[in-house]
């Protein structure tokens, strides 16, 4: 007698012949720290027994297992040791994980260790070449907040792809920091354009295609996105592409009620190389309705972030 999952639908970008017949599927997802759910959060219409680990972990692995993502990138994870990293194991997943230097997490008694940001990835589908953990700056001062980057190459098409994770500072008052970090992941990103752009000598390199998935903490209008948009690294958010337009962010990615009040907001986005990657699908997100009264996490739902999930093909090259 559980409320039944929401119904989202993957819309079809691309058509007919442009789509790929094997699209690589990307999801981001901030899970929500089970000590920080339980213990910090204060989501006071969520049942605790919604919160309960032995609910929760059933119904994360169960929207993961729905899409079944060759990319998995997850913020939040403070059971990677003894569930994620074993279960994705099992169902053939290759993944890395950075806890946090300072996790909330490790302040709520009976936690499970530090959260962090976590990286899977199909290895039917990739070959790993590299991962590096990063502790993000802020004007050269090493802050609380990670990323992972990993270096990637497809299976099927023989080209190379770096992902990245990460979860940024989160608060108002905070923006500054936000897009301090986010420049410094923008600069590390950089770096190992330079270091693996590839082509034959004398021809004109190709970059490598970029995805960064992350929970930013950060609506549309700060400057960290701003200075995601405008960077030299051709990035656009994939989550547009659902709009009428496509060129808004959805009215989305989170909505919980704290004794503060209710929160509903874009905050979550999937970056990716424009010039070398296309978005095949996008899948939709759940109505107002769906999600219900008491908002989000729910018995519906295990997190207060919904999942984004993005279809993408290599573009042919020119
Ligand atoms: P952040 O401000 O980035 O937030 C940490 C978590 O809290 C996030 O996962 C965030 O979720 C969640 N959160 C956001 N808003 C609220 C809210 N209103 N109520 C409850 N939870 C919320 O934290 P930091 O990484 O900067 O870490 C801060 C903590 O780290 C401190 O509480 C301290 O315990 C510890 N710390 C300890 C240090 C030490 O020397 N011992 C040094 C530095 C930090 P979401 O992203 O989904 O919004
Ligand atoms: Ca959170």
């Not at 970008?13 to 000590?35: H, T």
């Not at 770096?191 to 903490?217: M, R, W, Y």
């Amino acid at each position: 007698d559980r409320p039944p999952r929401f119904h989202r639908k993957l819309i079809c970008l691309s058509d007919g012949d442009g789509a790929s017949s094997s699209p690589i599927r990307v999801m981001q997802w901030n899970i929500l720290a089970q000590a920080l759910g339980e213990g910090l959060d204060s989501f006071v219409q969520c049942p605790l027994e919604a919160l309960s680990w032995s609910r929760r972990k059933y119904l994360i692995l169960e929207e993961i297992l729905t899409y079944r993502p060759h990319i998995l990138c997850l913020q939040e994870v403070d059971h990677y040791y003894d569930t994620f990293q074993p279960v994705l194991a099992g169902l053939g997943y290759s993944s890395h994980f950075c806890p946090k230097p300072w996790s909330p997490c490790l302040d709520v008694e009976g936690n499970n260790g530090p959260d962090g940001c976590a990286l899977f990835f199909d290895q039917s589908r990739f070959e790993l070449l590299d991962s590096v953990n990063i502790r993000l700056s802020a004007i050269r001062i090493p802050t609380n907040q990670v990323a992972v980057v990993t270096t990637l190459r497809c299976r099927t098409t023989g080209r190379c792809l770096c992902v990245a994770v990460t979860h940024l500072k989160a608060r108002s008052g905070w923006e500054w920091l936000r897009s301090a970090q986010g420049s410094d992941l923008l600069r590390h990103l950089q770096n190992l354009v330079q270091k693996h752009s590839s082509g034959p000598a004398g021809e004109p390199k190709t970059n490598i295609p970029l995805l960064i998935c992350g929970d930013f903490n950060a609506v549309p209008s700060e400057e960290v996105y701003r200075r995601f948009s405008t960077s030299p690294l051709g990035l656009d958010s994939a989550y547009k592409k659902l709009s009428q337009d496509g060129l808004t962010e959805p009215e989305y990615t989170t909505w919980k009620i704290r004794p503060t009040g209710e929160c509903c907001s874009t905050l979550d986005y999937i970056w990716y190389s424009q010039d070398t990657l296309r978005v095949d699908a996008v899948l939709d997100m759940p109505t107002e309705e769906e999600i219900g009264p008491n908002r989000l996490p729910s018995f519906s739902y295990p997190s207060d972030h919904l999942s984004l999930v993005c279809d993408f093909s290599f573009k042919e090259k020119d």
